[in-house]
């Protein structure tokens, strides 16, 4: 953990110190991206020290051979992985000849600056070369929200102590490797590098699945403000391109380098439009200077920040941490793009192969949906366009239906563990649930009509194959499973799972219903296109009425799986500091046999379907089960921040919501290094929006249980309704709810129903 | 399957077609052994078609690094498998310059055939080469059982047509890889090659292990039988020595090439003394001659036969059936060297590495004892010795006691399935039950008051810090295993792991009650070096009395593990062709919730302990189980043969058997070019002796309820028992015991108790 390395700041992050040792870290932070691309906060110029590069293109995916001990049937045979792609943002500097290298030399008056409120990355600091030179450096780098095929480099260099023959060095680089590469691959075959009379490009193609991406620089030199006559020079060889550009800049004056880069893909144009277009835009990028294209992006920034910011007054690294996490969630995945999802990691590293997990339904959905519903639809979308893969990826389990992987990029399944590959099928519920929350919260049945129910069939389709009934328990049961909490694995009747499966079995049986009496001609051609037929709906009755659900009568609450009270009972508070975390401490089996949960299981149903409780139970459960869960995964302590702010906890919410507010930046987990954990990001949001202002979507109106944690003066967020735009404010004596645009409204706080509308906001006073 | 591919005969296997296409299998039928080295049956020649070439040394293995996907605390870094080695067989033949290759020219009259009364095998045929030259050849090889470092082989030319120049190029290649190595990694450094008047030798070290072996090699060369002069070139390089030796021979003249070598490692000898040993040995069977050598080495073949033979009348490919299996058990383990345990491929292909599993004690064990008690012995003094790694076991896993490896070479655990390596624990119950076996069979408490009982104490200590109590069931209960049946993972209270570990517990006590009453001073001394207290018998007391065990009230047998019958109860006969093997066809979480069992599970425990149920009961888990039996496993099919004779299922019993007895020799399982089956070998004599013979230790004497498979006449075998050399046999009218030395005994036949001596042997009439 690395508490306070950064400075407080409500917009911005700052770092101070340049520390070798925490490089890689501070690179995680730093990392910028336009859901496009993106890239890590490595420094433009050469680095000796330890570094950790990576520059990625989104969709861009080599199928990395998979690497398992015991191969089983049905495996994978790859695991897709986002590949590093051409380094665009490199820019060496040389003064008198020396190579600027902040390994070598001394530096002073360090800082590196992300302004999150423009999207833009400074750093500056003064250098001292090994020979003497001294020179103060500011870099400038943004990723364009306006245009994301286009990104801007800036390097001010001015001398303080003597004239200095300054070297500008903008390259792009297309020898780039993946660390996390299982058997040493590259992925990358180098197809052109070239020039025209302003750019120099770089083309590549990624091995075996042929995407081709096409980079290409122009250069700006200028000296004090004023553009130079560009004299550079330049060179391309396989793999790689520069320009060098060079003058002399007296002491006291600021020679600046502008590079603009243009990054396309193949995904986006055809093949032999990627040069001219991509030169096209380079040049036009250039025309338009640093200032005009910074403003466009920040524009877009603006808007982003309306729609989703949140505001927490009397707590400045509060503000700063959930600030953070809104600035990365919206960097890696902005709905521009239906065929792009929400990698674990962003744009911030390697590690999960910047693959689609069921974090993106589980955990980021409500945040997208809350703030700007056209976006969750295309996280939907997604799914649908997969549909097919995910019936494939069922009948190679020889069940019928579909079966969503676990982990993918193009929908097939990536992954190659037996538990969580072919066991951890409870994600197919969080995506029948995120259709239905969309539609719920929306109010509109055209996505769920269109594509959503046949999804939702398939999805019934799987269940209805994957129970069996017992004769022992007269019911259904789900057996060989693995939970939300993965310190289970192979375990049979699963609460969670079961409860999912028969709840999408219910919502899909009343949603043909709807359809066939609201919408029969559609309908119709649901049933043609996939050979529904009475009996399969008869059959999902059945399970539907005759699930089991394993319940404890005497804790009187849902048990986590059957069998779980046969394990030695010990909290978390019984676990010496030494074993933690515990899946690098303890062996395996000692960790399923313990009763110690990784994350919400029993208690992530509850979340999403808190109606099936009363409030006693859902307290009951909660305090069954939280004493028991290690939170060893980011997804965790959100879930349970919001589900103690249900049962009255808001002190064990807060202290929850602070493991998830500043994960990252704080470096909580100790493996910020390998990026960012985007979910445990949207947590924080979920903590506050669902958990503190305990807004929540039931009875087809939008409630609030608002508490306001004791070390904050007030907080608000933003909300986008069926057209309204609101603002939600909580301070220790008020609720506010303020309307911006959109018809009249009826809302519940504390249990009291309230109309607002645009000329009369909500004000409702807290004791 | 490959049935009646190989001709049949009481003695021989015979092969009259070279047959490419199934080249593997042939040499791993064909492979030798003597404890000490093997070969697989591959050509002295050089042969340009698909070959799997495998010379290897017991006990010298390589710690190959693990692969896996996911990586678990806990998991082994290495693999150690036995590695190729120095290929010691090879001999080059030239015709007149033209190399002998059986992938060129033509074949006639091509005879292979194994002789395993004499452990030789012998290859001759007539090769016409690409040019037109015509020889009959033949070639001969043994590994001589009487000095196990010295190997043979001859080679007979003949050309037929026309005189011509042979050329014989004897050699030894350390340039040897395995196939199964997890990242191309090779083993052996070259330490030297060299050659002293005489010989010429190679040696080399194993990475990592350091291993060194010397091979050591000197040939002869006769003309119609006649010693000629050696005027023989000879080279060597890197990992290489090669003679040359040639002579013209005249058309039906025969010259005759005798390769005598000597492989030593420092396993057995000083490094510094291995040349010197080997050129020595070498020397001296060279001046022995082959013929003296192979009479020695034919005079130990004798000696195990007479100790182990089973005559099978009337069926003669049964009777080349259970011949072949003996003959590869003594082959790979003869109990020479306690350092050494059983393979379960021997020395007949890579696969599982040459590693140590449960099956020595599970399977293989009666075999030994009841044929050499002493070769037995030294199979529990193997585990003896791995006592500490088997606690450091137990201790990585945070348990106490010990935990045997599931897969180790010198008592490491080598395995990297969590389901397996952590979760398969049964394996202690039968390193426990070998102690008993071996104790209550020799009669003899001495190996158990020396070594055996510290091991119990330590099996002991494991269980009882394995096993938890349930509140809910106010029993003990293990979670989280796996049990034989493979086919099932990380179940809850598997019967059979349950109940081997109440049985250790008993064990152990009664043992310890034994030792402190009969042998005080001993047990003071183990109290001392264990630190064995009062409260930890007692804990062991309780859980014996309070062990869960579960078991079907209505269908009135023991239950596979709980929850059993909460699965479709599917049986073998409602799968199709096409789904087997399961392992193959089925993902894996089908497999594990399907009913189907992989092998022997509950009916193993039966096996063990059938005193723990009467005889109805017997027959009603053979009922339930062996319906859903698979026999995925080379261990299955005989232990459910002997059930199925114990519950009087004869013609099920001799069905089973059929599934072991000729399991390689037939290529039953697809499977047996990367190797022969160990177990399943075994596996075909238990099936006799255990099930035909109705063979049991109970009461402190031996029982038998003999039954003749209908398709036999009679069968008999050999039976060593504390100090008696027994032969029993069965005809369809009779049962005779004919005892060969020893003192008077008491046996039992179908239920009654008889008298036998040296001069009264026994004689029932069956009906």
Same mark, same amino acid.
């Given at each position: 953990?690395?508490?306070?390395?950064?400075?407080?700041?409500?917009?911005?992050?700052?770092?101070?110190?340049?520390?070798?040792?925490?490089?890689?870290?501070?690179?995680?932070?730093?990392?910028?991206?336009?859901?496009?691309?993106?890239?890590?906060?490595?420094?433009?110029?050469?680095?000796?020290?330890?570094?950790?590069?990576?520059?990625?293109?989104?969709?861009?995916?080599?199928?990395?051979?998979?690497?398992?001990?015991?191969?089983?049937?049905?495996?994978?045979?790859?695991?897709?992985?986002?590949?590093?792609?051409?380094?665009?943002?490199?820019?060496?500097?040389?003064?008198?000849?020396?190579?600027?290298?902040?390994?070598?030399?001394?530096?002073?008056?360090?800082?590196?600056?992300?302004?999150?409120?423009?999207?833009?990355?400074?750093?500056?600091?003064?250098?001292?070369?090994?020979?003497?030179?001294?020179?103060?450096?500011?870099?400038?780098?943004?990723?364009?929200?306006?245009?994301?095929?286009?990104?801007?480099?800036?390097?001010?260099?001015?001398?303080?102590?003597?004239?200095?023959?300054?070297?500008?060095?903008?390259?792009?680089?297309?020898?780039?490797?993946?660390?996390?590469?299982?058997?040493?691959?590259?992925?990358?075959?180098?197809?052109?590098?070239?020039?025209?009379?302003?750019?120099?490009?770089?083309?590549?193609?990624?091995?075996?699945?042929?995407?081709?991406?096409?980079?290409?620089?122009?250069?700006?030199?200028?000296?004090?403000?004023?553009?130079?006559?560009?004299?550079?020079?330049?060179?391309?060889?396989?793999?790689?391109?520069?320009?060098?550009?060079?003058?002399?800049?007296?002491?006291?004056?600021?020679?600046?380098?502008?590079?603009?880069?243009?990054?396309?893909?193949?995904?986006?144009?055809?093949?032999?439009?990627?040069?001219?277009?991509?030169?096209?835009?380079?040049?036009?990028?250039?025309?338009?200077?640093?200032?005009?294209?910074?403003?466009?992006?920040?524009?877009?920034?603006?808007?982003?920040?309306?729609?989703?910011?949140?505001?927490?007054?009397?707590?400045?690294?509060?503000?700063?941490?959930?600030?953070?996490?809104?600035?990365?969630?919206?960097?890696?995945?902005?709905?521009?793009?239906?065929?792009?999802?929400?990698?674990?990691?962003?744009?911030?590293?390697?590690?999960?192969?910047?693959?689609?997990?069921?974090?993106?339904?589980?955990?980021?959905?409500?945040? =997208?949906?809350?703030?700007?519903? +056209?976006?969750?639809?295309?996280?939907?979308?997604? &799914? #649908? !366009?997969? %549909?097919? /893969?995910?019936?494939?990826?069922?009948?190679?389990?020889?069940?019928?239906?579909?079966?969503?992987?676990?982990?993918?990029?193009d929908g097939r399944e990536c992954h190659n563990e037996w538990e969580i590959t072919f066991e951890e099928i409870h994600r197919n519920g969080a995506i029948a649930y995120a259709i239905y929350h969309y539609t719920a919260y929306t109010g509109d049945t055209a996505y769920l009509d269109q594509?959503?129910?046949?999804?939702?069939?398939?999805?019934?389709?799987?269940?209805?194959?994957?129970?069996?009934?017992?004769?022992?328990?007269?019911?259904?049961?789900?057996?060989?499973?693995?939970?939300?909490?993965?310190?289970?694995?192979?375990?049979?009747?699963?609460?969670?799972?079961?409860?999912?499966?028969?709840?999408?079995?219910? =919502?899909?049986?009343?949603?043909? +219903?709807?359809?066939?009496?609201?919408?029969?001609? &559609? #309908? !119709?051609? %649901?049933? /043609?296109?996939?050979?529904?037929?009475?009996?399969?709906?008869?059959?999902?009755?059945?399970?539907?009425?005759?699930?089991?659900?394993?319940?404890?009568?005497?804790?009187?609450?849902?048990?986590?799986?059957?069998?779980?009270?046969?394990?030695?009972?010990?909290?978390?508070?019984?676990?010496?500091?030494?074993?933690?975390?515990?899946?690098?401490?303890?062996?395996?089996?000692?960790?399923?046999?313990?009763?110690?949960?990784?994350?919400?299981d029993t208690l992530q149903g509850l979340y999403f379907f808190p109606e099936l409780v009363d409030k006693d139970e859902m307290r009951r459960a909660f305090d069954f089960y939280e004493p028991r869960t290690v939170h060893e995964s980011s997804l965790s302590p959100s879930i349970y921040a919001?589900?103690?702010?249900?049962?009255?906890?808001?002190?064990?919410?807060?202290?929850?919501?602070?493991?998830?507010?500043?994960?990252? %930046?704080?470096?909580?987990?100790?493996?910020?290094?390998?990026?960012?954990?985007?979910?445990?990001?949207?947590?924080?949001?979920?903590?506050?929006?669902?958990?503190?202002?305990?807004?929540?979507?039931?009875?087809?109106?939008?409630?609030?249980?608002?508490?306001?944690?004791?070390?904050?003066?007030?907080?608000?967020?933003?909300?986008?309704?069926?057209?309204?735009?609101?603002?939600?404010?909580?301070?220790?004596?008020?609720?506010?709810?303020?309307?911006?645009?959109?018809?009249?409204?009826?809302?519940?706080?504390?249990?009291?129903?309230?109309?607002?509308?645009?000329?009369?906001?909500?004000?409702?006073?807290?004791?």
């Amino acid at each position: 953990m690395l508490q306070n390395y950064f400075e407080a700041h409500p917009w911005k992050i700052i770092d101070r110190h340049h520390q070798p040792k925490h490089k890689r870290f501070v690179e995680s932070i730093f990392s910028l991206g336009n859901e496009h691309m993106g890239l890590r906060g490595f420094f433009e110029e050469d680095y000796s020290g330890d570094s950790f590069q990576g520059t990625y293109l989104a969709g861009v995916y080599y199928p990395d051979p998979t690497k398992v001990g015991w191969w089983k049937n049905g495996y994978p045979e790859f695991f897709a992985k986002v590949i590093n792609s051409t380094n665009w943002v490199g820019l060496r500097v040389r003064l008198d000849g020396e190579a600027l290298d902040l390994a070598s030399g001394s530096i002073g008056d360090y800082l590196c600056e992300l302004d999150m409120q423009q999207g833009l990355l400074t750093r500056s600091f003064t250098w001292t070369s090994p020979r003497g030179r001294q020179a103060r450096l500011t870099f400038r780098r943004f990723l364009s929200m306006d245009d994301v095929e286009l990104a801007v480099v800036a390097c001010d260099v001015t001398p303080l102590q003597q004239a200095v023959q300054v070297e500008f060095v903008p390259y792009l680089d297309g020898d780039v490797k993946n660390e996390d590469s299982n058997y040493g691959q590259t992925f990358w075959d180098a197809v052109d590098a070239g020039r025209d009379s302003q750019s120099q490009f770089l083309q590549s193609r990624s091995r075996k699945t042929g995407f081709e991406t096409l980079t290409a620089m122009q250069s700006q030199l200028l000296l004090q403000g004023v553009a130079q006559p560009l004299t550079h020079e330049g060179s391309e060889r396989l793999h790689y391109a520069e320009a060098r550009l060079s003058l002399e800049v007296p002491v006291g004056q600021t020679a600046t380098l502008i590079k603009y880069v243009s990054v396309l893909t193949s995904r986006d144009h055809e093949p032999g439009q990627l040069k001219a277009t991509a030169l096209k835009k380079v040049q036009q990028a250039k025309e338009q200077g640093y200032e005009r294209l910074f403003l466009k992006h920040r524009k877009v920034w603006d808007k982003k920040w309306a729609e989703a910011d949140v505001v927490i007054e009397g707590d400045v690294t509060a503000q700063q941490g959930i600030r953070y996490n809104i600035f990365q969630l919206q960097q890696t995945y902005g709905g521009r793009d239906a065929r792009l999802n929400i990698g674990p990691k962003g744009f911030t590293g390697e590690k999960y192969g910047g693959c689609t997990y069921w974090d993106t339904e589980a955990f980021c959905f409500p945040f =997208y949906l809350y703030t700007n519903k +056209d976006v969750a639809r295309n996280l939907l979308l997604y &799914r #649908y !366009q997969h %549909l097919e /893969q995910a019936k494939e990826n069922a009948r190679k389990l020889h069940l019928d239906g579909a079966l969503y992987p676990m982990v993918t990029i193009d929908g097939r399944e990536c992954h190659n563990e037996w538990e969580i590959t072919f066991e951890e099928i409870h994600r197919n519920g969080a995506i029948a649930y995120a259709i239905y929350h969309y539609t719920a919260y929306t109010g509109d049945t055209a996505y769920l009509d269109q594509y959503g129910i046949e999804v939702l069939l398939e999805l019934s389709r799987f269940w209805a194959s994957r129970v069996n009934f017992s004769n022992v328990k007269q019911q259904y049961v789900i057996l060989g499973v693995t939970g939300p909490n993965e310190y289970e694995n192979n375990v049979n009747n699963n609460w969670y799972t079961n409860m999912l499966a028969r709840w999408t079995l219910a =919502y899909t049986l009343e949603q043909l +219903d709807r359809l066939h009496s609201q919408v029969p001609a &559609r #309908y !119709q051609t %649901l049933v /043609q296109k996939t050979g529904l037929t009475p009996e399969e709906t008869a059959k999902w009755a059945d399970i539907r009425a005759r699930m089991f659900l394993p319940y404890d009568a005497s804790l009187a609450i849902p048990m986590q799986q059957e069998g779980y009270l046969d394990k030695d009972q010990k909290l978390v508070a019984d676990l010496k500091p030494g074993d933690y975390p515990l899946h690098k401490n303890w062996s395996w089996d000692r960790i399923l046999r313990s009763s110690y949960i990784k994350q919400a299981d029993t208690l992530q149903g509850l979340y999403f379907f808190p109606e099936l409780v009363d409030k006693d139970e859902m307290r009951r459960a909660f305090d069954f089960y939280e004493p028991r869960t290690v939170h060893e995964s980011s997804l965790s302590p959100s879930i349970y921040a919001v589900m103690a702010s249900m049962v009255g906890y808001h002190e064990k919410a807060y202290e929850l919501y602070l493991r998830t507010a500043r994960l990252d %930046l704080d470096n909580y987990n100790h493996d910020t290094e390998d990026g960012c954990h985007i979910t445990s990001m949207v947590g924080s949001w979920l903590s506050i929006v669902q958990g503190f202002a305990g807004l929540r979507f039931e009875h087809d109106r939008l409630s609030f249980r608002p508490n306001l944690p004791i070390r904050w003066q007030g907080f608000r967020f933003q909300l986008s309704y069926r057209g309204r735009a609101l603002e939600v404010s909580v301070h220790r004596d008020r609720f506010e709810l303020l309307q911006r645009s959109g018809s009249a409204l009826e809302v519940e706080v504390l249990g009291r129903t309230y109309q607002i509308s645009e000329h009369a906001p909500l004000r409702v006073t807290l004791h």
